[in-house]
């Protein structure tokens, strides 16, 4: 069901990746001010930017999840979410290296896109204990979608919010993703931008195409344990959804 | 649905005035915040950035007791499925328990507001209260509609009293840079300085956000 294209779409990830990277050393050019260590810009800006797609889209899911009752939007929404999470820390991490590489401080308050990332990180954080609090499977679906559009309509708001409270003391590399770059870097960026996304469709699509067949076979091997008695549910409980 | 949201709030009103739990509990709770962050500042006196931040804080921490105990009642006693059996718009239950919350909320910062300037503010409260009036109602009708919706989720749980605070308080961030943005100049020292029109605009943006997702989506929380 969810196998259909994933071949092609890894190999499509992986030549943007090493595309991008190869950009990255070889061609985009040194930045004037920063020097070398400007270059983490191409992985951390879009680790960010998928990041944030991923949880509006979980947020999405969520909807249609409420609107259709299915449980595959269920699935969708907490792959994406889950996925984003990873490339959240992941942005964190790069965020925080930067930092320290161009600025001299591990962390900065007064970099407003960052702060906002962590504040998001953390109420996303929250996801996966929230799932595994509800026993009631349907209910569980139910209140996790809930919570998606919540924090889904919380992110736009609390980056708002965050950007107004600083002074944009110093200049600032994020804001100019499209405009003051030189042509070389903007090319660099969006290779670099869609390889990463490519990425995330990937292992979002390989992650449900897991969970599925996952539930597939539990529930051909339940068929089958019903003449003879011996199959046992498995114990181990999980945030993940059930189909 | 004004008869049910009438009948609710009347509901909720009246215990907690028979046994008053959560409201005594707030007003305690932000008295022990202010003689804690007395001690733990080393400050007899404070005013500006740093008062309109233990007001805040101790605000925020006394409203997720509120809200950890606002659907107590009905998820024990089975409220929710007397609820459900009503013939009456789901909303109601949202509506009420929202305004109640926002009572529960202005009656606890009569006190916190009273015993902060006692304690550690400074400069005299007096000047600056209409203003601070007016942040506080408008974040308290922020705190209202998202911890309506928290405590609506988070009631269902097994982890209840661990979610609440887990999930509110980074929701309650743009509240609190905004709140606390707006009263800082209100508090400081040598006189109130001028309400910044921005930071109520952004109070009043995530009111309007949040209750209107609410309205959509509560419903949700109650299907059974």
């Not at chain 1, 090319?187 to 990463?196: H, I, Q, S």
């Not at chain 2, 049910?4 to 008053?20: G, I, N, T």
């Not at chain 2, 059996?85 to 009273?114: G, I, N, Q, S, Y």
């Not at chain 2, 999930?167 to 040598?190: E, F, K, Q, Y």
Request: charged share 15%; aromatic share 12%; hydrophobic share 60%.
């Amino acid at each position: 069901m969810f196998g259909r294209g994933l071949k092609t779409l890894s190999l499509l990830s992986v030549a943007l990746l090493v595309g991008a990277f190869a950009l990255v050393f070889f061609y985009a050019p040194n930045d004037a001010d920063q020097g070398f260590i400007q270059k983490i810009f191409y992985l951390h800006v879009p680790l960010a930017i998928v990041a944030l797609f991923g949880f509006v889209a979980g947020g999405i899911y969520g909807i249609k999840y409420l609107r259709t009752g299915d449980r595959m939007h269920d699935l969708r929404s907490y792959v994406a979410i889950h996925l984003s999470l990873i490339m959240a820390v992941g942005t964190l991490i790069t965020g925080s290296i930067w930092s320290k590489g161009s600025w001299g401080h591990w962390w900065l308050w007064d970099e407003p896109t960052l702060v906002s990332f962590l504040i998001v990180f953390l109420l996303y954080a929250c996801y996966q204990p929230l799932r595994f609090s509800i026993e009631d499977p349907e209910r569980q679906a139910r209140y996790a979608a809930v919570f998606a559009v919540i924090a889904g309509a919380f992110v736009p708001l609390n980056f708002m919010a965050v950007r107004m409270a600083e002074s944009l003391a110093h200049p600032r590399v994020l804001t100019t993703t499209g405009g003051a770059m030189p042509g070389s870097m903007r090319l660099t960026f969006l290779v670099a931008l869609a390889g990463m996304a490519a990425l995330f469709v990937t292992l979002w699509k390989y992650e449900l195409a897991s969970k599925h067949a996952t539930f597939r076979l539990r529930a051909l091997k339940r068929k089958l344990a019903a003449d003879d008695e011996t199959w046992v549910p498995n114990p181990r409980r999980s945030a993940a959804p059930t189909l | 649905m004004r008869h049910a949201v009438a009948a609710l709030l009347r509901k909720d009103l009246r215990l907690e005035l028979r046994s008053p739990e959560a409201v005594p509990a707030m007003v305690l709770f932000s008295l022990s915040t202010f003689v804690l962050f007395h001690f733990a500042l080393d400050e007899a006196e404070v005013s500006g950035n740093l008062a309109a931040g233990i007001l805040w804080v101790t605000l925020l921490f006394a409203a997720v007791l509120g809200v950890n105990r606002l659907f107590v009642a009905e998820r024990e006693e089975g409220g929710f499925d007397g609820f459900l059996l009503a013939p009456v718009d789901r909303t109601a239950l949202f509506v009420a328990k929202a305004t109640l919350l926002f009572a529960f909320l202005a009656f606890v910062e009569v006190f916190m507001v009273a015993a902060f300037a006692f304690l550690l503010l400074g400069p005299s409260p007096w000047a600056p209260l209409p203003g601070l009036v007016l942040v506080l109602a408008l974040a308290n009708a922020g705190i209202a509609v998202v911890g309506t919706l928290v405590a609506a989720i988070a009631v269902q749980t097994r982890a209840r009293d661990l979610l609440v605070p887990l999930i509110a308080l980074p929701l309650s961030v743009p509240l609190v840079i905004a709140g606390a943005r707006a009263t800082a100049p209100l508090l400081a020292d040598g006189g109130a300085g001028a309400l910044e029109g921005r930071w109520l605009m952004t109070l009043g943006l995530y009111d309007l956000v949040f209750g209107l997702l609410a309205y959509a989506i509560f419903d949700f929380l109650l299907e059974d």
